[in-house]
């Protein structure tokens, strides 16, 4: 006599399908990496109200948003890691791999894909207004906006070829800085004709 119970006949199926993936993935939600969080208190856009909102972003196109109590996804079909966000009064703004700059419209919540001329990865994106804006990313990888993510400019210094960016801080509209794995510090600044790069040493020990 069989030890094993009768069970019907079980048939496996391979199911190629994106958007069940998806659900999947996002089923899993704690086992997603986070990379980066943003907080903003509730505050009108031309007249329509955004509540209070934590955005949480990760791994595999993960974008959660997070207000009135409750948690959702938002639906992206870009799947690749996501590094940082950043936001300006309309739009939230997000780094990811392989060179992808995506713009999430606080509003509808559209996640759009923006064009920019790279594949490197990108670690950090920083918007100080609705129009100007940086990015950086690894290999000497540095780009500024003037038109809200329409269009991209390279910033580039040969000194820093190699050097994978991390990190940037804004200090005010003609001057940031940028942080690198091999322990560099980058001032960018604007003069009369464009930005420029200056390696900046650290002479205090923390």
Not at 48 to 73: A, D, H, L, V
Not at 134 to 161: A, H, L, P, Q
């Amino acid at each position: 006599e069989s030890l094993f119970p009768n069970i019907p006949e079980i048939n496996f199926y391979e199911i190629q399908n994106q958007i069940l993936r998806s659900k999947i993935d996002y089923n899993n939600a704690f086992d997603i990496s986070y990379n980066d969080v943003l907080y903003e208190d509730s505050y009108e856009i031309d007249g329509i109200y955004i509540p209070e909102r934590i955005i949480s972003i990760g791994e595999f196109g993960f974008i959660n948003i997070t207000q009135n109590g409750k948690s959702n996804f938002i639906r992206n079909k870009y799947r690749y890691k996501l590094n940082n966000i950043t936001s300006t009064n309309k739009n939230y703004i997000i780094c990811a791999d392989n060179g992808v700059l995506l713009i999430v419209d606080k509003i509808s919540l559209k996640v759009s894909r923006l064009s920019i001329d790279t594949k490197m990865n990108l670690n950090s994106v920083l918007f100080y207004d609705e129009l100007n804006g940086f990015v950086v990313g690894d290999f000497n990888t540095i780009f500024y906006t003037e038109n809200g993510g329409i269009s991209w400019n390279r910033i580039y210094n040969s000194f820093f070829d190699g050097k994978d960016f991390t990190k940037l801080v804004y200090y005010n509209s003609n001057r940031l800085y940028i942080t690198s794995t091999n322990g560099i510090l980058i001032e960018c600044y604007r003069d009369l004709s464009d930005w420029k790069l200056i390696s900046k040493k650290i002479t205090k020990k923390i």
